[in-house]
């Protein structure tokens, strides 16, 4: 059988570099990941970060400015210095998917129905907002949108809530995740498939729940079989042998993750992705562990410098 390359062959869309002096995890960071380890036993969820905190208080201050004024009030979202945080801004659409303002990139869709509008991901993203917003008045759904600043597609988080019969929203691009929020991801992760395997896969792969984090990806490898059991960035990877897959240098480095995961430690190994539909170099970071006989790990896609 022909081997394949990692998410070039399966996929057509990415071309995997493996960085051979970064596969293995340095001793710091190794004592990175055991500090927050026990960080998380002693302060438990991570803190939200200033992006969060500021489009929440964007947010707050527009609910209540429609509590205030009512409907009319979204006028002011379109051109009142009050609604616009630097990058951030608030925007308004009706239960039917109309957008009725927007201080920023979305004023462009004012009067439109946007209820169908997908993400390059064919994700129905305004959809998930108003539907949401209907079924539990507020959440946060997570999407691929332009960003200016980089000037490329990127996962958006957007806080939304429905008052008055309309739902006000801000969105913000979040910076890359902390390695605490990283390590807790994965420590949830591993919890999850231990006590319900099944509902755990399931959880996995929705895109509108809580391993959606980020733009971070789980991935489930079968020791047994030595196959991919779940990966949530290429699903079309299940099944396929991870003697299979390997990088443009032919090296099998998700075999390599199989072979280096442990139960007591978390390990790390790093590549350079070529993404084709942005074309853009990108690094991957595999964070794992094992549990029984399947690892469990975190992807984090990087299109910036890694530190």
């Given at each position: 059988?022909?081997?394949?390359?990692?998410?070039?062959?399966?996929?057509?869309?990415?071309?995997?570099?493996?960085?051979?002096?970064?596969?293995?995890?340095?001793?710091?960071?190794?004592?990175?990941?055991?500090?927050?380890?026990q960080?998380?036993?002693?302060?438990?969820?991570p803190?939200?970060?200033?992006?969060?905190?500021?489009?929440?208080?964007?947010?707050?201050?527009?609910?209540?400015?429609?509590?205030?004024?009512?409907?009319?009030?979204?006028?002011?979202?379109?051109?009142?210095?009050?609604?616009?945080?630097?990058?951030?801004?608030?925007?308004?659409?009706?239960?039917?998917?109309?957008?009725?303002?927007?201080?920023g990139?979305?004023?462009?869709?004012?009067?439109?129905?946007?209820?169908?509008?997908?993400?390059?991901?064919?994700?129905?993203?305004?959809?998930?907002?108003?539907?949401?917003a209907?079924?539990?008045?507020?959440?946060?759904?997570?999407?691929?949108?332009y960003?200016?600043?980089?000037g490329g597609?990127?996962?958006?988080?957007?806080?939304?809530?429905?008052?008055?019969?309309?739902?006000?929203a801000?969105?913000?691009?979040?910076?890359a995740?902390?390695?605490?929020?990283?390590?807790?991801?994965?420590?949830?992760a591993?919890?999850?498939?231990?006590?319900?395997?099944?509902?755990a896969l399931?959880?996995?792969?929705?895109?509108?729940?809580?391993?959606?984090?980020?733009?971070?990806?789980?991935?489930?490898?079968?020791?047994?079989?030595?196959?991919?059991?779940?990966?949530?960035?290429?699903?079309?990877?299940?099944?396929?042998a991870?003697?299979?897959?390997?990088?443009?240098?032919g090296?099998?480095?998700?075999?390599?993750?199989?072979?280096?995961?442990?139960t007591?430690?978390?390990?790390?190994v790093?590549?350079?992705?070529?993404n084709?539909?942005t074309?853009?170099?990108m690094?991957?970071?595999?964070?794992?562990?094992?549990?029984?006989?399947?690892?469990?790990?975190?992807?984090?896609?990087?299109?910036?410098?890694?530190?």
């Open positions: 059988m022909a081997k394949k390359s990692y998410l070039t062959q399966v996929t057509g869309a990415l071309v995997a570099v493996t960085l051979g002096a970064a596969a293995s995890t340095s001793v710091l960071a190794q004592e990175q990941l055991l500090a927050q380890e960080q998380l036993a002693s302060t438990g969820m803190q939200p970060s200033v992006e969060e905190q500021r489009a929440q208080q964007l947010l707050q201050r527009a609910v209540q400015h429609i509590k205030d004024e009512g409907v009319m009030g979204v006028n002011d979202f379109n051109r009142d210095a009050r609604f616009v945080d630097r990058d951030l801004y608030v925007f308004s659409v009706n239960a039917d998917g109309v957008v009725l303002a927007s201080g990139w979305s004023a462009a869709y004012i009067g439109d129905n946007v209820l169908d509008m997908m993400d390059e991901n064919n994700r129905p993203f305004f959809r998930e907002i108003i539907e949401g209907k079924n539990n008045t507020r959440g946060v759904v997570q999407y691929q949108w960003n200016p600043a980089d597609m990127e996962a958006k988080l957007t806080s939304y809530e429905m008052v008055d019969d309309i739902i006000v801000v969105g913000y691009f979040p910076v995740p902390t390695l605490e929020q990283i390590y807790h991801l994965l420590e949830t591993v919890l999850a498939y231990q006590q319900d395997p099944q509902l399931r959880k996995f792969a929705n895109r509108a729940g809580e391993f959606q984090f980020r733009g971070l990806k789980v991935l489930v490898l079968d020791l047994a079989n030595q196959t991919v059991l779940f990966d949530a960035a290429q699903r079309e990877l299940a099944g396929v991870l003697v299979d897959l390997v990088d443009v240098t090296q099998p480095f998700l075999l390599e993750v199989a072979q280096r995961a442990q007591d430690t978390v390990q790390q790093e590549a350079l992705l070529l084709l539909k074309k853009r170099v690094l991957q970071r595999i964070f794992f562990k094992r549990s029984g006989q399947y690892v469990i790990g975190i992807q984090e896609h990087i299109y910036k410098n890694a530190q």
